[in-house]
């Protein structure tokens, strides 16, 4: 679903309030930016500590690169 958003005089834009409570963006949070072929793309960036328990089956076992 797209939603449009306006740009102010200080090239702010306001998330809409459906977007903000889907992904759980908070006031304070960061949000990520990147632009590619011509399409912003807006990426929250979570701490990684709220990530603990979110993929319980993913092993985490040798992964560290020992070939160097």
């Known amino acids: 679903m797209m939603e449009n958003v306006v740009v102010s005089q200080r090239f ?5 309030k459906s977007v903000r409570e889907k ?19 807006l990426i929250p960036i ?11 089956k993913i092993k985490v076992g040798n ?3 020992e070939t160097l």
């Open 12 to 16: 702010q834009v306001t998330i809409p």
């Open 23 to 41: 992904l759980n963006i908070t006031p304070g949070e960061k949000i990520g930016v990147i632009e590619k072929d011509e399409v912003i793309h």
């Open 46 to 56: 979570k701490d990684i500590r709220k990530m603990r328990g979110k993929f319980p």
């Open 63 to 65: 992964l560290r690169d």
